[in-house]
T-cell receptor
Framework: EPEVTQTPSHQVTQMGQEVILRCVPI?????FYWYRQILGQKVEFLVSFYNNEISEKSEIFDDQFSVERPDGSNFTLKIRSTKLEDSAMYFC???????????????FGPGTRLTVL | RKEVEQDPGPFNVPEGATVAFNCTYS??????FFWYRQDCRKEPKLLMS???SGNEDGRFTAQLNRASQYISLLIRDSKLSDSATYLCVVTSTASGTYKYIFGTGTRLKVLA
């Protein structure tokens, strides 16, 4: 079965440092997403990306965050200056047609656990 | 009102029991509905999509009630391996793209 992959699995960084989280979505998928989940809390939408641009973003996705698809396979999330409250699990996901139908499954990667010290 | 609401539980049930979860959503224009399962510290995985006419997959049955804006998940003959958090997911559209909105999840513990 095709899968979404993410690297690294765990990232530890100092407050104020920049981090880049990487994802390889499923190859024929067109819509890409980042979510975060703070330990013990719900999965929160950050951003969706289609056709090389952001299609929607949440209020969490402020100027400290950016996304990029630098080549045909990778999809990255950059946090410019990390804060303690950015510590969370970050999930990448992809879909074929953006949720247009009930058969359009959103596949998640295994996540990157970000710890900001 | 939250966009997607679930009872966080936990629901503690014995093996073999039948258990049902409900989820309500606030946007009447919501398009698609899903149940995901999430194990501790793992990614959400699709359990089943929810169709208007209701659908069944083995021991799992999902129902959608658009008039009352809720979806349900019924698990029959619970197994220990069903212990997980069950996430209700609803898609809504804004500016032409769909956003997947997650509920907080309902935690299920199946006890031996």
């Amino acid at each position: 079965e095709p899968e979404v992959t993410q690297t690294p699995s765990h990232q530890v960084t100092q407050m104020g440092q920049e981090v880049i989280l990487r994802c390889v979505p499923i190859s024929n998928h067109l819509y890409f997403y980042w979510y975060r989940q703070i330990l013990g809390q719900k999965v929160e939408f950050l951003v969706s990306f289609y056709n090389n641009e952001i299609s929607e973003k949440s209020e969490i996705f402020d100027d400290q965050f950016s996304v990029e698809r630098p080549d045909g396979s990778n999809f990255t999330l950059k946090i410019r200056s990390t804060k303690l409250e950015d510590s969370a699990m970050y999930f990448c996901a992809s879909t074929l047609s953006g949720g247009l139908s009930s058969t359009d499954t959103q596949y998640f990667g295994p996540g990157t656990r970000l710890t900001v010290l | 009102r939250k966009e997607v609401e679930q009872d966080p539980g936990p629901f503690n049930v014995p093996e073999g029991a039948t258990v049902a979860f409900n989820c309500t959503y606030s946007n009447s224009a919501s398009q698609s509905f899903f149940w995901y399962r999430q194990d501790c510290r793992k990614e959400p995985k699709l359990l089943m999509s929810v169709y208007s006419s209701g659908n069944e997959d083995g021991r799992f049955t999902a129902q959608l009630n658009r008039a009352s804006q809720y979806i349900s998940l019924l698990i029959r003959d619970s197994k220990l391996s069903d212990s997980a958090t069950y996430l209700c997911v609803v898609t809504s559209t804004a500016s032409g793209t769909y956003k997947y909105i997650f509920g907080t999840g309902t935690r299920l513990k199946v006890l031996a």
